[in-house]
């Protein structure tokens, strides 16, 4: 069965926003043929939530079994780039889940993902630190931020005091040392606002080279983002799009850029015909 699903914001409460042309699926029901048109591209999406609370080894526990699960995978499973949101946790998740095991001084010559942490009781849980060695690059993004506003675990620490803790996570993309997207304690983003950030969040992925991509995000976003899409579906591929995120869950999504808006030609496609025997 061949599954079409439009990404246009169908909610009539959700923002006005240019449909986006798109087919986006859960990966397990791409077996069936997917619309090639010459432009589009398809780039597979893999959408993780963070772990637990780092004030406990909870969230060490279940990066690592996630780690171990994309292990047994092997050649199945490939990831171009890791994005993630600048936030203390999805960063220590998405270097539990992607690293390359414990970082130890002389051991390498790149910088590790992440630096050791000390135990300090209430807050945060003591790790090791953790290995670069292979993985993929590793990019900051904060257009995939939690729900902003009102919770003070939603408002970023300035990149000052974040990025020495990630030497190998790439923060050039962030516009500010301090943040300026969580605006008050009084305020809190609204759940339209959050599905128009997400068809943002889409279009900036579309726009990024490469074909396999890992994104480490929060559980308001993720099931905001998603509920823009697969309105028409059938009801298995719906229940799939839009269930809330368990902590290091990671389900993966197909998109497709259906007439090419962002002009990347698709590298699978040949064209046939007499074109091919010229």
Same mark, same amino acid.
């Given at each position: 069965?061949?599954?079409?699903?439009?990404?246009?914001?169908?909610?009539?409460?959700?923002?006005?926003?240019?449909?986006?042309?798109?087919?986006?699926?859960?990966?397990? *029901?791409? @077996?069936?043929?997917?619309? =090639?048109? !010459?432009?589009?591209?398809?780039?597979?999406?893999? $959408?993780? /939530?963070?772990?637990?609370?780092?004030?406990?080894?909870?969230?060490?526990?279940?990066?690592?079994?996630?780690?171990? *699960?994309? @292990?047994?995978?092997?050649? =199945?499973? !490939?990831?171009?780039?890791?994005?993630?949101?600048? $936030?203390? /946790?999805?960063?220590?998740?998405?270097?539990?889940?992607?690293?390359?095991?414990?970082?130890?001084?002389?051991?390498?010559?790149?910088?590790?993902?992440?630096?050791?942490?000390?135990?300090?009781?209430?807050?945060?849980?003591?790790?090791?630190?953790?290995?670069?060695?292979?993985?993929?690059?590793?990019?900051?993004?904060?257009?995939?931020?939690?729900?902003?506003?009102?919770?003070?675990?939603?408002?970023?620490?300035?990149?000052?005091?974040?990025?020495?803790?990630?030497?190998?996570?790439?923060?050039?993309?962030?516009?500010?040392?301090?943040?300026?997207?969580?605006?008050?304690?009084?305020?809190?983003?609204?759940?339209?606002?959050?599905?128009?950030?997400?068809?943002?969040?889409?279009?900036?992925?579309?726009?990024?080279?490469?074909?396999?991509?890992?994104?480490?995000?929060?559980?308001?976003?993720?099931?905001?983002?998603?509920?823009?899409?697969?309105?028409?579906?059938?009801?298995?591929?719906?229940?799939?799009?839009?269930?809330?995120?368990?902590?290091?869950?990671?389900?993966?999504?197909?998109?497709?850029?259906?007439?090419?808006?962002?002009?990347?030609?698709?590298?699978?496609?040949?064209?046939?015909?007499?074109?091919?025997?010229?």
């Amino acid at each position: 069965m061949t599954i079409s699903v439009s990404n246009e914001v169908e909610d009539e409460q959700a923002p006005a926003a240019s449909p986006l042309r798109l087919q986006l699926v859960p990966h397990r *029901h791409t @077996k069936a043929r997917v619309t =090639r048109p !010459r432009l589009s591209r398809l780039q597979i999406v893999h $959408l993780i /939530r963070h772990g637990q609370a780092s004030m406990t080894l909870c969230w060490v526990m279940q990066a690592w079994a996630l780690n171990w *699960h994309i @292990k047994q995978l092997g050649s =199945r499973f !490939r990831v171009d780039a890791v994005v993630v949101s600048p $936030l203390t /946790r999805t960063l220590e998740t998405a270097a539990g889940v992607f690293g390359s095991g414990p970082w130890r001084e002389g051991s390498s010559s790149q910088p590790p993902l992440m630096l050791e942490q000390t135990v300090v009781p209430g807050k945060r849980a003591a790790h090791h630190a953790i290995a670069a060695e292979g993985c993929p690059p590793f990019i900051a993004w904060e257009g995939c931020r939690e729900q902003l506003g009102k919770h003070p675990c939603d408002k970023r620490r300035p990149m000052r005091e974040i990025s020495p803790s990630f030497p190998a996570v790439d923060f050039s993309l962030l516009e500010s040392d301090e943040d300026n997207l969580w605006l008050s304690a009084d305020w809190r983003e609204s759940h339209d606002e959050i599905r128009k950030r997400g068809v943002e969040f889409v279009r900036w992925l579309q726009q990024r080279p490469e074909q396999h991509i890992a994104v480490v995000s929060h559980s308001a976003f993720l099931f905001f983002m998603m509920s823009n899409f697969g309105r028409g579906a059938a009801t298995s591929v719906q229940s799939e799009l839009h269930k809330w995120y368990d902590n290091c869950e990671m389900r993966t999504v197909v998109l497709c850029d259906e007439d090419g808006a962002h002009n990347h030609a698709d590298p699978l496609w040949f064209q046939g015909g007499q074109h091919s025997v010229k």
